[in-house]
């Protein structure tokens, strides 16, 4: 799975804290290297492999610590960038969104890896006949809180998305509200945004809309493009009528809560 994606829209019925409540975007990260997964050792072990290293201010390596090996290819970048392009394309066919793309890095700093990834995410980019820019990731940052209204669909490589798309999810009220996919040449698998929240297992108080609509981007994918709508809507639709999670400000239980989605199904 290369391809994770965290679709973030404004929702009338949840108050967000960021964004004038336009907001349509989706994140594709890169999801098979970068940083993740970690390659991780001791300085004293690069050090004897590595003994004549100099970084760009001539500086050797100290004696003690660790490192993490951040890794881009352009066999990857290719087929993220080609991903989120038929993505941009397909929403702007769909009447989504004007199918523009923004490529976030730190080329600045990053000089040979990022400067890899936007090299690339451009050239394609260019030839796709999509309009996209290219953002450092704090500036981004700061935009997806400003502004994410204007955001369209984002590529970035693995550790950018996986900060930016928490950070958007508080445009759908955080991340319980939030679905979220992974995909591959030949499959993909569908999560809440957050992950398992193991400290509240048992207790009720989870808010289960992020799984739930996860599972409507599932049907999507299967081409069950109707069932995933009437999924959507009984979720906001549950959300509408008063019934909350703790998190949202309401009283409603996982299973109270998930009970009225599925007699709104039925």
């Known amino acids: 799975m290369y391809a994770n994606l965290r679709p973030v829209t404004s ?8 964004g004038s409540g336009k907001t ?13 997964p970690g390659r991780e050792g001791q300085i004293a072990d690069l050090r004897g492999k ?16 660790a490192f993490a090996l951040r890794i881009i290819t352009p066999s990857a970048v290719e087929r993220i960038v080609k991903y989120a392009i038929r993505l941009a394309k397909h929403r702007k066919a769909q009447g989504y ?22 090299d690339i995410c451009r050239k394609h980019l260019e030839e796709s006949g999509l309009s996209f820019d290219d ?3 704090d500036e981004a940052a700061r935009r997806l809180v400003a502004e994410p209204e204007n955001y369209d669909v984002i590529v970035t490589s693995n550790l950018f998305g996986d900060v930016l798309s928490d950070v958007a999810s508080e445009v759908m009220g955080g991340m319980p509200m939030v ?3 992974a995909v591959g040449a030949t499959g993909a698998y569908f999560e809440a945004c957050h992950g398992s929240a193991p400290d509240i297992v048992g207790t009720g108080k989870a808010n289960p809309a992020a799984t ?18 009437r999924l959507i809507d009984a979720t906001l639709g549950v959300i509408r009528s008063g019934t909350k999670t703790a998190d949202l400000g309401g009283s409603a ?8 989605i599925v007699a709104r199904l039925s």
């Open 135 to 137: 953002i450092y990731v």
């Open 97 to 118: 969104s004007r199918g523009h793309v923004s490529i976030v890095h730190k080329a600045n700093v990053l000089q040979t890896t990022d400067g890899l990834f936007l």
């Open 253 to 260: 239980t996982t299973d109270s809560f998930t009970d009225a």
């Open 11 to 18: 929702v009338d019925c949840i108050p967000s804290i960021i």
């Open 212 to 229: 739930i609509l996860s599972g409507a981007m599932m049907l999507s994918y299967l081409g069950e493009s109707e069932a995933a709508q």
């Open 24 to 36: 349509n975007l989706v994140i594709v990260r890169e999801l098979t290297e970068g940083t993740y």
């Open 179 to 181: 679905p979220s996919a």
């Open 50 to 65: 590595w003994p004549d290293y100099k970084d760009r201010r001539g500086q050797g390596l100290p004696e003690e610590g």
